[in-house]
């Protein structure tokens, strides 16, 4: 993709910190990391989103997700991490080449993801009738 940010990264026309790369997959520090470490798995071939990514493709980047945030986990000390998707503008994806975000956490780092949502506890049974009459 001409316009693509990461695309023009991945060939080398922009500058990235990058970590790793294999035939299939580029990885750099996120240039605005959340905490220390945090980098961005990405296919080098453009797929807009998480769900239009080829499965094979996504198993590759799992696990270098996995594989990569562990000896960042390792160098850094940190006490674990979270692997984050934005699939779609609503979810807050900002840039449409897809990407896991590998987000190292430390002790007192003040961040809280996953607000719990008293309102819809109240509708679990409702949704999952729903969800379970339509998913085949
Ligand atoms: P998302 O909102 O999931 O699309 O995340 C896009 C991420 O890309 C953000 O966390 C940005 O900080 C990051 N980002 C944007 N431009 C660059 C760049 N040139 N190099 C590295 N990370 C970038
Ligand atoms: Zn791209």
New binding site residues.
């Given amino acids: 993709m001409e316009q693509c940010?990461?695309c023009k990264?991945i060939k080398g026309e922009?500058?990235?910190?990058k970590i790793y790369e294999d035939n299939d997959i580029f990885v750099?520090?996120?240039?605005?990391?959340?905490t220390p470490g945090?980098i961005?798995v990405l296919p080098k071939k453009h797929f807009e989103m998480f769900e239009t990514t080829d499965n094979e493709i996504l198993s590759k980047m799992t696990i270098i997700a996995k594989e990569v945030g562990i000896k960042i986990k390792n160098i850094l000390k940190s006490g674990g991490f979270n692997i984050?998707?934005?699939n779609g503008k609503l979810a807050?994806?900002?840039?449409?080449h897809t990407?896991f975000?590998v987000l190292q956490r430390f002790d007192g780092d003040g961040i809280k993801l996953w607000p719990a949502n008293e309102n819809e506890k109240q509708k679990v049974e409702k949704i999952y009738q729903t969800i379970i009459n339509n998913i085949n």
Avoid: A
């Fill in positions: 940010i990461f990264i922009m500058p990235s910190y750099m520090l996120d240039i605005n990391p959340v945090h961005l984050n998707i934005n807050g994806q900002e840039i449409m990407h975000h």
